[in-house]
């Protein structure tokens, strides 16, 4: 069976400071990535995919930046946190890409405070 | 634009009192409606898929109907174990999976 490894579980980080999130994927071969954060009372929103190997679409404009150096390893980062990065994030697999007979699966998340 | 409201925004029932959640959505070619579980500071559970209006899926106490609206969560009988917050999401042909910002429910015992 497929299981998504995300981590840290919690991260607490100075404004100003870098981010390495890593999430890894097992039990499929090309799957589709997403990162997602989480803020309380709203919606999930996306913060980029990855069809492949190397190929990232970032769908809002903002601080944060997505690798994807093997088939199965998604990374968040940045290069300066800023308050306002503050959130739940979390990745996700899925077989197809938006389509209506793929659902996501995610990981457990990672809760991240910007101090 | 495409669209997921999802209401109430917190239920409380008592354990036993059966309820349901709802699921608005406003999309140009559904290709799929999607309901999760998430508990609290853990990532959200997929439970099912509906396709067409008319589709119904079942899981336990839990039941997921569809019609060219909206979608409901029924639960029947709930225990506690089924506290958690419910999400729905929208695939359509014009979007990404659209997620509503869930209905937070609480069952006491």
């Known amino acids: 069976s497929q299981t998504i490894h995300q981590w840290p579980a919690t991260l607490v980080q100075p404004v100003g400071s870098p981010l390495s999130l890593e999430c890894t994927v097992e039990?499929?071969?090309?799957?589709?990535l997403y990162w997602y954060r989480q803020a309380a009372g709203r919606g999930l929103q996306l913060l980029f995919y990855?069809?492949?190997?190397?190929?990232i679409s970032s769908e809002v404009p903002q601080n944060l930046s997505a690798s994807r150096p093997q088939d199965r390893q998604f990374i968040l980062s940045s290069k300066k946190l800023l308050l306002s990065d503050s959130g739940f994030y979390l990745c996700?697999?899925?077989?197809?890409?938006?389509?209506?007979?793929?659902?996501?699966?995610f990981g457990n998340g990672t809760r991240l405070t910007v101090t | 634009e495409d669209q997921v409201t999802q209401s109430p925004e917190a239920l409380r029932l008592q354990e036993g009192e059966s309820s349901s959640l709802n699921c608005s959505y406003t999309v140009s070619g559904l290709r799929g409606l999607f309901w999760y579980r998430q508990d609290p500071g853990k990532g959200p559970e997929f439970l099912f898929t509906l396709y067409s209006a008319g589709e119904e899926k079942e899981k336990e106490r839990l039941k997921a109907t569809l019609t060219k609206k909206e979608s409901f969560l029924h639960i029947t009988a709930p225990k506690p174990e089924d506290s958690a917050t419910y999400l729905c999401a929208v695939s359509s042909s014009a979007s990404k999976i659209i997620f509503g910002s869930g209905t937070r429910l609480s069952i006491r015992p």
């Open positions: 039990g499929t071969s090309n799957p589709n």
């Open positions: 996700a697999w899925s077989v197809g890409v938006f389509t209506g007979n793929s659902p996501l699966h």
């Open positions: 990855s069809v492949g190997i190397g190929q």
